[in-house]
């Protein structure tokens, strides 16, 4: 009773509570699924509202309809990019896997992706799912939390404001969907660089033998054999990278 009491008389402060971490829940990997229901996301939005409510100063309510709706807009840009933040380095991983299926020649094996509502390459979602599987591992969804209790601490309601030290930030961290697809997919891209070297010169010296069906069926081995390889790497290589996310993530915050 005394916690709706609470709630009722800081309605302007939880409204505005409740609407970041909306946005963040909504933009964030795993919990803003496609596939995870959404009175399930409004639900834990709600849950983690009313927890961090209490912990944020007194908001009053603006005037007038101007400044309420520039204000929620603010809250809803707060969470859209550090949520977008958090979801280019998924982004940048599923893309190296998209890279070295291609390289492969099994780019037309692809599969229906629910959790963002697109086709992708069979080899794209085994790495996604991987990724996912190692964020969970390392607390990420739970580091996610902990990134909008931050935000509320560097960001008080009505605190956001665009700046182009923000914008740079964020221009970084999109680079960096292109800089993870191509150090992801490097040991397979590489291997199979010198893999068709060979084939062309077999091609030029044994004209005789039918290198398409042949180079087909090597281009593949090799390349799940390389894969299968950089595995044990792939977990330590991803672990560092999210580390680092994080603190990109905290600087966005900052910069805000």
Do not use: C
Not at 30 to 45: C, D, E, H, T, Y
Not at 180 to 185: G, H, P, Q, T, Y
Not at 193 to 218: D, E, K, S
């Amino acid at each position: 009773m005394e916690f709706t009491r609470y709630i009722l008389q800081n309605s302007p402060t939880f409204l505005f509570v409740l609407t970041r971490t909306t946005a963040i829940i909504f933009g964030a990997p795993i919990f803003g699924a496609f596939n995870v229901p959404m009175q399930v996301k409004l639900a834990l939005s709600f849950l983690i509202a009313l927890i961090l409510a209490p912990m944020t100063p007194f908001v009053p309510m603006p005037e007038t309809m101007t400044g309420l709706v520039v204000s929620m807009g603010g809250e809803i840009l707060i969470g859209a990019f550090i949520g977008l933040a958090i979801k280019f380095v998924f982004t940048g991983v599923e893309f190296a896997g998209q890279i070295a299926s291609f390289q492969m020649g099994i780019g037309m094996a692809s599969a229906y992706d629910p959790i963002n509502s697109a086709q992708v390459t069979v080899l794209g979602k085994m790495m996604s799912i991987l990724s996912l599987l190692i964020f969970l591992s390392v607390n990420g969804h739970l580091m996610v939390i902990m990134a909008l209790k931050k935000s509320f601490d560097a960001i008080p309601p009505y605190g956001f404001h665009l700046s182009g030290e923000l914008m740079e930030s964020f221009i970084v961290f999109s680079r960096e969907v292109f800089i993870l697809a191509v150090k992801f997919s490097a040991p397979v891209v590489a291997i199979l660089v010198f893999v068709n070297v060979a084939l062309g010169i077999m091609a030029r010296t044994v004209p005789q033998l039918n290198m398409f069906a042949i180079g087909f069926a090597i281009t593949i081995t090799v390349g799940f054999i390389m894969l299968a390889l950089s595995l044990p790497v792939f977990e330590t290589a991803l672990i560092s990278v999210y580390d680092r996310m994080w603190q990109g993530v905290f600087n966005l915050i900052r910069v805000m």
